[in-house]
């Protein structure tokens, strides 16, 4: 059973950094990308940041230069590195790994369940 367990979030102040952990665990195979969402409240959930098997990043543009996301592959974990971290950062952020399903030409998406990160301005 896989699953994901993220951790690092909290309230910072505005201008500060955390970072995420999403650590995974069972057995996963063909995964297509590993990833952080946010949601912030009455928003939909939004990705932030992904990362390929290769080491291929892409970010959302509100992040760009401000946000790293990494992967550890020995510990099947991803980060995220969160700087100058404003008040629009706010929200509860999932990490996520996309996996082919081979059978079905399809995809699924495993998630977390959620860490708060609260910026303060």
């Known amino acids: 059973q896989v699953q994901l367990v993220e951790s690092g979030g909290g309230l910072v102040q505005a201008g500060g950094s955390l970072r995420l952990s999403c650590a995974a665990s069972?057995?996963?195979?063909?995964?297509?990308?590993m990833a952080w969402y946010r949601q912030a409240p009455g928003n939909q959930r939004e990705l932030v940041a992904t990362i390929t098997n290769g080491g291929i990043t892409n970010y959302a543009e509100s992040v760009k230069g401000r946000f790293t996301i990494s992967r550890d592959n020995a510990k099947n974990t991803v980060y995220l590195q969160m700087n100058s971290l404003t008040s629009e950062d706010t929200a509860v952020y999932y990490c996520?790994?996309?996996?082919?399903?081979?059978?079905?030409?399809?995809?699924?998406?495993?998630w977390g369940q959620g860490t708060q990160v609260t910026v303060s301005s």
């Open positions: 996520s790994i996309q996996v082919k399903i081979p059978s079905i030409l399809g995809t699924y998406n495993y």
């Open positions: 069972g057995i996963i195979n063909d995964i297509n990308y």
